[in-house]
């Protein structure tokens, strides 16, 4: 059974910083196209970070890039998030995503970790 499960948000100032994980059971994320979203209530789920699964570059939401960081621990089956410079802005439930070819395209999400950022 595949399982992706994020931990590491919480309740953060603003200019402070967070590390967010996705550790992954059931599939390999080294071979999966691994993304991280956002959502406010009554908003639209966005696209933030998202690594390829080879060649190829990271891409950032241009209202992170330079202050968040995707990156693959693969010892640990695991992706993280460092969110550095954290605005209010970025307050929501974030979710990782893991893209994967078994065959066919398939696709898997976390149940998600919330992120406050507040004074």
């Known amino acids: 059974q595949v399982q992706l499960v994020e931990s590491g948000g919480g309740l953060v100032q603003p200019g402070g910083s967070l590390n967010l994980s996705c550790a992954a059971s059931g599939i390999s994320l080294s071979s999966a196209i691994v993304s991280w979203y956002r959502q406010v209530p009554g908003e639209e789920r966005g696209l933030v970070a998202r690594?390829?699964?080879?060649?190829?570059?990271?891409t950032y939401v241009d209202s992170v890039a330079g202050r968040f960081t995707i990156s693959r621990d693969n010892a640990k089956n695991t992706v993280h998030l460092q969110m550095n410079r954290l605005q209010s802005e970025d307050t929501a439930v974030y979710y990782c995503?893991?893209?994967?070819?078994?065959?066919?395209?398939?696709?898997?999400w976390g149940q998600g970790t919330q992120v406050t950022v507040s004074s």
């Open positions: 995503n893991a893209l994967i070819d078994e065959g066919r395209l398939s696709d898997y």
């Open positions: 690594i390829p699964d080879g060649s190829g570059v990271t």
